[in-house]
Every structure is written in structure tokens, then in C-alpha cells.
Nanobody, 119 residues
């Protein structure tokens, strides 16, 4: 059973930094694409950054040059380093594991971690 556990959220002032972590278990970590998504009340969950099993990355335009996604294969963990945070980055951040099989696509989610950017 896939489990994703996020940590590292909190309250930070504009211009500050946070580093989110997501520990994965229950599946071959290196095989799957992983990612970070965020959601605010009443809005859809949006992609922030993704990383493939081979390490290729993709970012939302709004976070390019400020956020960095990475993965540690030995620790089965992905990270999101967030720099120069802005109030509009305030959201619940979710870790995602994306699996594509011949018989279907599966998405697994963590419980979410709150990030609040405010002075």
C-alpha cells in the first residue's frame, strides 16, 4: 500500500524559504513520477512541480526560478525547496505519486501540509 507523508510546512514571511519533504513507502520509489501540487479553498488542485523516475523536472510558470524539486532515491523521499516565497504561494501542498500501467493510471496523495506566507 502506497503511503506518502509530507512535512516541512509552516508560516513564513514574504521573501522567506521553506523546504517540504515527502517520504514514500509501499512501492518501488525510483520507478514512478512524483510531484507537488497545491490547493486553496474553493479552487482546484494545481501542479507546482514534478520529477520523473529518471530525474526530469517540470515547473509551473509561477514558481520557476524560485522552487526546486528533487528526489533522494536512497531515502525514498522527494523535496520541494521554496525560495523567495510570496503571499500567493499560500496553500495546502500535496505530494503525489503517479503510476501509469497498461491497465490504468493511478494517483496517490499525501495528507497535505499547510504553507502560509504572511507578514
Amino acid at each position: 500500500q502506497v503511503q506518502l507523508v509530507e512535512s516541512g510546512g509552516g508560516l513564513v514571511q514574504p521573501g522567506g524559504s521553506l523546504n517540504l519533504s515527502c517520504a514514500a513507502s509501499g512501492s518501488p520509489f525510483s520507478s514512478y513520477a512524483m510531484g507537488w501540487y497545491r490547493q486553496t479553498p474553493g479552487k482546484q488542485r494545481d501542479m507546482v512541480a514534478t520529477i520523473t523516475g529518471g530525474g526530469s523536472t517540470k515547473y509551473a510558470d509561477s514558481v520557476k526560478d524560485r522552487f526546486t524539486i528533487s528526489r533522494n532515491y536512497a531515502k525514498n523521499t522527494i523535496y520541494l525547496q521554496m525560495n523567495n516565497l510570496k503571499p500567493e504561494d499560500t496553500a495546502v501542498y500535496y505530494c503525489n505519486q503517479h503510476e501509469e500501467w497498461s491497465w490504468g493510471v493511478y494517483d496517490y496523495w499525501g495528507q497535505g501540509t499547510q504553507v502560509t506566507v504572511s507578514s
